[in-house]
C-alpha cells in the first residue's frame, strides 16, 4: 500500500516536470458593450488622426479576408480601464455591429512593434459582445502591416509520459502558423505601398 508520504512525493515531482508558462495576462476588455459616437465615421475618424500626433500602430486598418475596417487609437479618457489602445469597428460583414463599437484593447508589448490585445469572441447581437481571446501583435518595419498570432502553447506535455515507466513524448496541439493573418493600413498611408505596381 502507497503511503501518503509517498504520493506527496510522488505530486512534487509531477509539478516540477511540468512547464511552467510565464504568460503575461492580456489587456482589460470594457465589462459592457461600448459605442464611441464620436468615432462612427471614417472621414471624422480620419481627420482625427490628422489632428493628433498618432503612434506607429494608430490608424485605420482593413482585414484582407472579410473586408472589416477597424480603427486603432489611443484610449480615451472617458473609457476607465488601464488600456493604451482601444480598437473600434469601422465597418465589416456583421451589418448588427455599430461603427465606433470597442471590440478590442491593446497594450504596448516589450518590444519595438509588438503589442497584447484582447478582442471579444463573438457579437450576440442585442446581447452584446461576449467572450475574450488574446493576441500578439506585430507591426512591420514600414507600419503597413498588422499581423495578428493567437496566444496559446504550442506544446503540451501529455501527462502518463511523465510517469516512471511509460515512454515519453509531446503532443502537438495543432497550431498552425498563421503569420499571414492581420490587416493593412489604410490611414494615414503606408510610405511604402502595400501592393506596388511594377511597369
Not at 489602445?85 to 491593446?106: C, E, F, K, Q
Not at 504596448?108 to 463573438?122: D, L, M, P
Not at 452584446?128 to 498588422?146: I, Q, R
Request: charged letters at 20%; one cysteine or more.
Amino acid at each position: 500500500m502507497i503511503g501518503a508520504r509517498a504520493i506527496l512525493s510522488l505530486l512534487v515531482i509531477l509539478s516540477s516536470a511540468l512547464p511552467v508558462q510565464s504568460r503575461a495576462k492580456g489587456p482589460e476588455l470594457p465589462s459592457t458593450t461600448i459605442i464611441l459616437s464620436s468615432m462612427t465615421r471614417p472621414d471624422s475618424v480620419m481627420a482625427m488622426i490628422d489632428r493628433l500626433p498618432a503612434d506607429a500602430v494608430e490608424g485605420v486598418w482593413k482585414f484582407g479576408g472579410d473586408g472589416a475596417t477597424i480603427l486603432i487609437v489611443k484610449r480615451p479618457r472617458s473609457l476607465k480601464i488601464a488600456v493604451d489602445y482601444v480598437v473600434v469597428s469601422l465597418g465589416g460583414a456583421d451589418r448588427s455591429l455599430h461603427p465606433g463599437t470597442v471590440i478590442g484593447t491593446i497594450n504596448r508589448g516589450g518590444e519595438r512593434g509588438a503589442y497584447r490585445a484582447s478582442f471579444y469572441k463573438q457579437h450576440t447581437g442585442p446581447e452584446g459582445l461576449t467572450g475574450k481571446s488574446e493576441f500578439t501583435l506585430h507591426l512591420d518595419a514600414d507600419n503597413a502591416f498588422l499581423r495578428f498570432e493567437p496566444r496559446h502553447s504550442q506544446w503540451r506535455f501529455y501527462l502518463p509520459a511523465l510517469l516512471p515507466g511509460i515512454a515519453g513524448r509531446m503532443v502537438h496541439q495543432g497550431y498552425m502558423d498563421r503569420s499571414c493573418d492581420g490587416c493593412h493600413r489604410l490611414y494615414p498611408e503606408p510610405l511604402t505601398p502595400v501592393e506596388p505596381r511594377y511597369l
